[in-house]
């Protein structure tokens, strides 16, 4: 909270740069010892509801932590909050996008080994996996935690000894169609097929896809009618991945391979599933590769993989920015509201309910293609969102889901979704919040760098506010405490770092440090 910078902008203003840093000195001490308190790290916002629901979000991750059974091939695991003796993939993987700011104590990481004991590596384990052909987005993770943490230990045994991004992927390209593995409750429903007009992708169904009773597939043929846009995608993602992965070890042959299987993939999505007449990549019928024209959050999975050529993503960018489909004063629906299948009253789940997992991949395609205002300004309403659903709704939680207009959870066959949702419904309060609203963009464990870029007051509804920091986050082997008043940086880090703040660029030794940055 603010008061634990004792330096307000009105005294910062009073004090000359002489006597300012005398009393931030003094105050090194006090600082130095919460530099040492464990994850996860404190925010800086004057806004106290968001931070209220910050530090909600840990707690309720926190009592998602559960101890594995006996055998198991982990001693701690992140539990979604459905069933405790089962773990998701999809769930799993985005959890480990909010775990890895406090990766010490919330063990994000090591539930995606849990899964790949079972799923990659064909090792029995107690803890059931409740559906084998999720998204496959390992990866993704990888490399997302690989540029925080800069673990090289763990990125040479995942890639170089385990293989195991490699052959989850060529489990997805080849699934075992119509199997129930021995640790699953579920048949693999994945398949890999050549559509009527030689497209080639998956067909898939809607809990496989992680979107349960989505309309996706209408007037197709149902699920199994359609080759699914985001399972292509999605492998395309991987590809990419892989070959950063490959490159960030300076293995670049291997490196160029799979940036091959990448452009392939790239090319078969953009030849195949992009229809012109509404700028917009569909899913696609079986029988004769025709777009079904069902518009859904899923479309935007091309836009995180990386596939999409620059007036393409300008017709998707569009898209997403109507209030009439995807925006609004509640963006995010998962289907778009123009669509006969859209449910207004309480979003139906996945028939326009508010997901965290399919917001926050929308939000990093987005920035990926240079949407970045589009995206603040989205992820500050569905923060909002979140915020005052948790101040008027009893019980005051965070929530599986939420409606598409209104601050209310969304439904799952008419009842209310689940709460204490995170869960990966934690990716709001923590990643859009640091990432989006305090506009921590980046940290390179490997270069010892991070991207502090906050909006700029057009970028959001609200304007956004000062003082914002962040305490005693660790990134790689690097803990650090940032503080700006927007004129003023204060910075204490035990390892030099290289900050880059609104586009200007300062290095810092260990120690404190206190700048002028103003514009």
């Known amino acids: 909270m603010v008061t634990r910078w004792p330096l307000s902008p009105d005294r910062t203003k009073t004090f000359g740069r002489f006597w300012q840093v005398v009393y931030f000195c003094l105050l090194g001490a006090a600082f130095t010892s919460r530099m040492s308190h464990a ?7 004057p806004e106290a509801d968001l931070v209220a629901l910050y530090n909600e979000a840990w707690q309720e991750a926190k009592a998602r932590i559960l101890d594995a059974p006996k055998g198991a ?24 996008q909010f775990t890895k700011y406090a990766a010490a104590d ?31 987005l390992f990866a993704w993770c990888e490399l997302l935690y690989w540029r925080f943490h800069g673990n090289r230990a763990r990125l040479e045994d995942i890639l170089l000894k385990r293989n195991l991004l490699q052959k989850h992927f060529e489990w997805f390209a080849n699934p075992p169609t119509g199997t129930r593995p021995a640790s699953s409750p579920n048949r693999i429903e994945l398949q890999a097929v050549t559509a009527g007009n030689g497209a ?18 209408r007037g197709c043929g149902g699920y199994r009618g359609i080759l699914w846009i985001d ?29 091959a299987r990448f452009d392939a993939l790239a090319k078969e999505i953009n030849t195949f599933y992009w229809d012109e007449r509404d700028g917009f ?36 960018i569009a898209c997403f920015a109507k209030d009439q489909e995807f925006f609004g004063k509640f963006p995010f629906p998962t289907v778009a509201r123009s669509d006969p299948d859209y449910d207004a009253a309480t979003g139906n789940y996945w028939r326009g309910g508010i ?30 969102q979140m915020s005052e659903t948790y101040k008027t709704v009893s019980p005051a939680t965070i929530w599986e889901c939420y409606a598409p207009e209104a601050n209310l959870p969304s439904t799952e066959h008419g009842r209310r979704v689940r709460s ?75 390892r030099p770092i290289t900050l880059i703040y609104r586009n200007r660029t300062f290095p810092f030794a260990p120690g404190k440090h206190v700048v002028s940055c103003g514009q």
């Open 200 to 217: 080639k992708g998956f067909l898939w169904r809607g809990a496989q896809s992680g979107m349960d009773n989505t309309p996706r597939g």
């Open 281 to 316: 990549y569909y899913d696609i019928a079986f029988k004769d590769g025709q777009p079904c024209r069902v518009k859904t959050i899923a479309s935007f999975w091309p836009l995180l993989a990386g596939v999409v050529p620059p007036d393409r993503a300008e017709r998707m």
């Open 231 to 259: 399972a292509i995608s999605q492998q395309a993602l991987n590809a990419r991945c892989i070959a950063e992965l490959y490159r960030a070890l300076g293995h670049e042959q291997e490196a160029q391979t799979w940036q």
């Open 420 to 494: 204490g949702f995170c869960g990966w419904s934690a990716l709001g309060p923590v990643n859009l919040f640091l990432e989006n609203i305090l506009g921590f963009r980046s940290f390179d464990a490997v270069t010892h760098t991070i991207t502090w870029q906050p909006p700029e007051p057009e970028d959001v509804d609200h304007k956004i506010q000062f003082p914002m920091g962040i305490e005693h986050l660790t990134f790689g082997d690097t803990t650090v405490s940032l503080w700006s008043n927007d004129s003023t940086l204060r910075v204490e880090t035990s």
């Open 106 to 136: 919330y063990p994000g990481i090591e539930t995606l080994e849990a899964l790949y004991a079972p799923v990659v590596e064909g090792k029995p384990s107690p803890l059931r996996i409740h559906i084998y052909d999720n998204p496959p």
């Open 355 to 384: 997901w965290l997992p399919t917001a926050y991949m929308t939000l990093q395609g987005l920035e990926r293609t240079g949407a970045r205002r589009l995206a603040d300004r989205a992820a500050m309403r569905l923060l909002r």
């Open 39 to 45: 994850a996860p790290p404190t925010v800086i916002y």
């Open 73 to 96: 091939p982990v001693k701690r695991y992140m539990d979604e909050n459905v069933y405790d003796d089962q773990i998701w993939i999809w769930d799993s993987c985005f959890m480990a």
